[in-house]
């Protein structure tokens, strides 16, 4: 069946790179996303990957996809305390024309000053 | 400004009661979605809706009820049925369901209380 998996915690000092991971089981997936969401609000879409892409690039944002491994990965250059929030990561299957995304369950990530 | 707007920003249901949580979006949408999102876990697909006047039920539909009579509006009922409703109300958008243009776009969330 469907599953995303990512690491529950994350902590980085202020200033280093942050890394969150993500595992997905479908290989039929065309889209991956990385939302994130602050403390009692909505998630923000940060940037998606379409499924024939290995990397995209977006300011301090950059997303890997190992298709081979099913394996997402975010990074967060320069990590500021603003980015201490939870970070979902998504998956979607245009190609069979459904609109359901798969949530993992959300790495909560700790900058520390 | 485009986007999607929920209200209220809390709400608070008694025993036996149906409560409605609300779901506007302007980006001119053909879908909308509403996840519930509980302490510690990922989101969960509620109802979800592909076109005016037509629904489907989600994951975790029991419980629930929802209409969508107008293209912009997207309204929750969770009913009495619901034992367990203390969570986090997301509803959410995408420009159509699946096909490619399904990046979903997400309202600010209600959360709702039991008294």
């Known amino acids: 069946g469907e599953d995303v998996e990512q690491s529950l915690f994350l902590s980085v000092r202020e200033g280093d790179s942050s890394v969150i991971n993500c595992t997905y089981t479908?290989?039929?997936?065309?889209?991956l996303y990385w939302y994130k969401q602050e403390p009692g609000a909505g998630l923000q879409l940060l940037t998606y990957?379409?499924?024939?892409?290995d990397m995209k690039q977006d300011q301090r944002l950059t997303v890997l996809l190992n298709k081979k491994d099913k394996h997402l990965s975010l990074r967060i250059a320069d990590t500021q305390t603003g980015d201490s929030a939870i970070y979902f990561c998504a998956e979607s299957h245009g190609s069979s024309n459904t609109g359901k995304l798969i949530f993992g369950q959300g790495t909560t990530l700790q900058v520390k000053p | 400004d485009g986007g999607i707007t929920q209200s209220p920003k809390y709400l608070f249901r008694k025993e036996g009661q149906n409560v409605t949580l609300s779901c506007e979006q302007n980006l001119n949408h053909d879908a909308m979605y509403w996840y519930r999102q509980d302490p510690g876990q990922g989101l969960r697909l509620i109802y979800y809706s592909q076109i005016v006047n037509d629904f489907q039920k989600g994951d975790i539909a029991e419980g629930y009820s929802v209409s969508r009579e107008k293209k912009e509006s997207f309204p929750l009922t969770v009913t009495s049925a619901q034992k367990n409703p203390t969570a986090f109300y997301l509803c959410a958008s995408s420009i159509s369901y699946g096909g490619g243009r399904e990046t979903q776009y997400f309202g600010p969330g209600t959360r709702l209380l039991v008294l």
């Open positions: 479908d290989s039929s997936s065309t889209y």
């Open positions: 990957i379409f499924s024939n892409m």
